[in-house]
């Protein structure tokens, strides 16, 4: 009776867990036929409005002269063996400093951490990185290349490169997640960890599935999902919606923020332009529904949150939940009026509370190797 009674219960909790998994895959393609369904309503309302100019759109072959500025740093190449992979990152500061490594988001690249690379030179050794599928970085063009293990791999493959065992990490958006997930995995490589505008990954999928509002705002998750279709949608009529991510006044700097300078947003249009691009950065997308949820997510460095409160894409209320897995000092700064961009939005601020931030505690010699 009683071994009877076990294997029923086993049969319904394998039952149960088996109608949670339909349901999550359900929900992920139905959201994504919703969107994407949505997106060709605009596709077609396009070529109906600009039938000739939908459809046109330029490789940037020249980069703009702010990718060239030499008060930003060092170009610098290297070639990681265990993935073949060639990243390009850009360095300043002196070599033996204490390691800041920069994760940039979508659809970013080195060039979004500018601020930050001169402010922080004189006493750390910088290092902003194109991360695989961005930038001079090379694209692999499979989505299982971009699975989160193979990721936080090329962050500590990167350090160890770099010569240091540790480092004060920094990311924002995806950077961020990857951020996240390295401190989680390799907590004696992360000395501090400063994370802008991304919550922790756990923190992401609980409330999304609790929250439809946040589920809306990440529309964006679901039609990325789709082959070459969203490469399109970001490409017609020159980059507009790529551009209108960074200008328009729902998601792009705020009114009191640092606007983006022609030539800045052209350097962004350039990198995304270039052959393979724009699929190595949505390829992040195309990976995350099968890596979640985290079998760890316990983090013990020291965490420093920035956070824009008018962030179009999440919502402020994850913010303080990413609290409940970090074992460790947490501090939670809410910037106002800040977009999602928010380094660049705001770069003053944020360098202001970073710098707070990394002088509490330890001390800035607990960086050295």
Not at 284 to 300: D, E, H, M
Not at 349 to 361: A, C, D, P, Q, R
């Amino acid at each position: 009776m009683a071994r009877g009674l076990h294997n029923l219960l086993l049969f319904l909790t394998r039952l149960a867990l088996q109608i949670r998994v339909c349901g999550y895959w359900s929900l992920v393609y139905g959201y994504c036929a919703l969107c994407s369904a949505v997106f060709l309503l605009k596709l077609c309302w396009s070529v109906a409005l600009r039938p000739t100019a939908t459809f046109r759109w330029t490789v940037r072959e020249t980069p703009p002269a702010c990718l060239n500025d030499s008060s930003l740093g060092t170009h610098c190449y290297v070639r990681i063996k265990e993935s073949g992979l060639r990243f390009h990152y850009v360095a300043a500061g002196e070599r033996g400093k204490p390691l800041m490594l920069f994760l940039h988001g979508f659809p970013e690249f080195w060039f979004s951490w500018r601020y930050q690379l001169r402010e922080f030179k004189n006493e750390f050794r910088v290092v902003a990185v194109d991360m695989r599928g961005y930038g001079e970085s090379d694209l692999p063009l499979s989505p299982e290349s971009y699975r989160f293990d193979s990721l936080v791999t090329d962050v500590k493959d990167i350090v160890e490169y770099l010569g240091y065992n540790r480092c004060c990490l920094v990311g924002h958006d995806w950077g961020g997640t990857i951020a996240w997930l390295f401190a989680i995995h390799y907590p004696e490589m992360v000395t501090k960890l400063i994370v802008l505008n991304s919550p922790h990954p756990s923190v992401f999928t609980d409330y999304a599935l609790r929250h439809p509002s946040q589920l809306l705002k990440s529309s964006h998750f679901f039609f990325f999902q789709l082959p070459r279709f969203p490469e399109l949608m970001l490409s017609i009529n020159d980059f507009k919606a790529l551009k209108a991510l960074f200008t328009s006044r729902n998601t792009g700097i705020g009114r009191k923020g640092r606007w983006l300078t022609a030539e800045d947003l052209e350097a962004y249009v350039h990198a995304l332009s270039q052959p393979g691009a724009l699929t190595g950065a949505l390829n992040y997308f195309r990976n995350v529904f099968s890596s979640l949820p985290l079998s760890q997510n316990q983090v013990r460095s020291p965490v420093l949150l920035l956070w824009g409160e008018r962030d179009a894409f999440l919502e402020q209320e994850m913010a303080e939940a990413c609290r409940l897995y970090i074992r460790n000092h947490f501090r939670l700064n809410i910037i106002s009026g800040a977009s999602h961009w928010l380094q660049q939005d705001q770069p003053d601020i944020v360098n202001t509370l970073m710098w707070t931030f990394l002088k509490e505690g330890e001390g800035r010699k607990s960086y050295r190797n």
